[in-house]
């Protein structure tokens, strides 16, 4: 991959292969694929794997593992649930990965026009495939420009009051951590889809992220800093989560929705 995460003609290059995976990490990777084909069996078209383990930058007992499933059909509530135990089950079979990330989609909806230029630009660029046919070869090809800002993450200011009823309702040090691992993971990577059209280009590594979305902000490049920090190290304290809540979260939803617009709506899941 050259710089910047584009080719030549500056488009996306898809990041991550099964080749950069660690050797900390194979275990737990064919352990998922095994898994998943017994899950859902003719019912699974494809998976994938995104994240830190196929870039090869993960951490061995504090990285995830982040798994995309596509069905042939919509998932039902006995799919998610068959996620959630499949999910579990990793995360507690094998102490190399901190936790497991599942997305569940039916394979038309990756391929629908609607979701062209978000779910559909996240498996054909940043997902590897690891089980069945590749969505992606059905998927155009996607330049860093508003259009894709737009569509990623332009919805922040319809997020955050379904985090801040997930920020009262929590008690237990556990989820404080939970929180604000998801939540400076989700605002770093909406920074920099902010400012990413002006950089022409593309990074996943959240450090990296800030530094340069704070070259455009430098008011806020402090605050990206400290989340990126606390995406890597989560904190127990809940007034972390409070200060994305009351301030870098509104203000960027703001700033957001004036330079690219509002993504477009999406039926209810």
Same mark, same amino acid.
């Given at each position: 991959?050259?710089?910047?995460?584009?080719?030549?003609?500056?488009?996306?290059?898809?990041?991550?292969?099964?080749?950069?995976?660690?050797?900390?990490?194979?275990?737990?990777?064919?352990?998922?694929?095994?898994?998943?084909?017994?899950?859902?069996?003719?019912?699974?078209?494809?998976?994938?794997?995104?994240?830190?383990?196929?870039?090869?930058?993960?951490? @061995?007992?504090?990285?995830?593992?982040?798994?995309?499933?596509?069905?042939?059909?919509?998932?039902?509530?006995?799919?998610?649930?068959?996620?959630? *135990?499949?999910?579990?089950?990793?995360?507690?079979?094998?102490?190399?990965?901190?936790?497991?990330?599942?997305?569940?989609?039916?394979?038309?909806?990756?391929?629908?026009?609607?979701?062209?230029?978000?779910?559909?630009?996240?498996?054909?660029?940043?997902?590897?495939?690891?089980?069945?046919?590749?969505?992606?070869?059905?998927?155009?090809?996607?330049?860093?420009?508003?259009?894709?800002?737009?569509?990623?993450?332009?919805?922040?200011?319809?997020?955050?009051?379904?985090?801040?009823?997930?920020?009262?309702?929590?008690?237990?040090?556990?989820?404080?951590?939970?929180?604000?691992?998801?939540?400076?993971?989700?605002?770093?990577?909406?920074?920099?889809?902010?400012?990413?059209?002006?950089?022409?280009?593309?990074?996943?590594?959240?450090?990296?992220?800030?530094? *340069?979305?704070?070259?455009?902000?430098?008011?806020?490049?402090?605050?990206?800093?400290?989340?990126?920090?606390?995406?890597?190290?989560?904190?127990?304290? @809940?007034? *972390?989560?409070?200060?994305?809540?009351?301030?870098?979260?509104?203000?960027?939803?703001?700033?957001?929705?004036?330079?690219?617009?509002?993504?477009?709506?999406?039926?209810?899941?």
């Amino acid at each position: 991959m050259n710089h910047r995460g584009l080719d030549a003609s500056g488009y996306f290059e898809r990041e991550g292969s099964l080749g950069r995976i660690q050797p900390a990490f194979t275990e737990v990777v064919a352990a998922a694929r095994g898994r998943l084909v017994e899950a859902y069996g003719n019912r699974l078209h494809s998976a994938y794997l995104y994240g830190s383990v196929p870039r090869g930058a993960a951490r @061995p007992g504090r990285s995830d593992l982040d798994l995309l499933i596509a069905l042939h059909r919509e998932p039902a509530a006995e799919d998610r649930d068959t996620a959630e *135990v499949l999910g579990r089950g990793l995360d507690q079979d094998f102490p190399q990965i901190d936790g497991v990330g599942i997305l569940l989609y039916g394979k038309d909806r990756l391929l629908s026009e609607q979701e062209r230029y978000d779910l559909g630009w996240f498996l054909a660029c940043l997902c590897t495939p690891l089980l069945g046919a590749d969505l992606a070869e059905h998927l155009p090809r996607y330049r860093p420009d508003g259009l894709l800002a737009r569509e990623t993450n332009g919805d922040l200011a319809e997020r955050l009051p379904r985090w801040r009823a997930r920020f009262e309702a929590a008690s237990e040090p556990a989820e404080f951590r939970r929180m604000s691992r998801f939540f400076s993971r989700h605002l770093v990577r909406t920074a920099f889809t902010l400012v990413m059209p002006r950089w022409g280009g593309w990074t996943s590594d959240l450090a990296e992220s800030a530094e *340069v979305f704070g070259r455009y902000y430098p008011q806020r490049a402090a605050q990206l800093r400290e989340a990126a920090a606390v995406a890597l190290e989560p904190s127990e304290d @809940p007034a *972390v989560v409070r200060r994305y809540l009351d301030d870098l979260g509104p203000w960027l939803a703001a700033e957001y929705g004036a330079v690219h617009g509002t993504k477009a709506p999406r039926p209810a899941d």
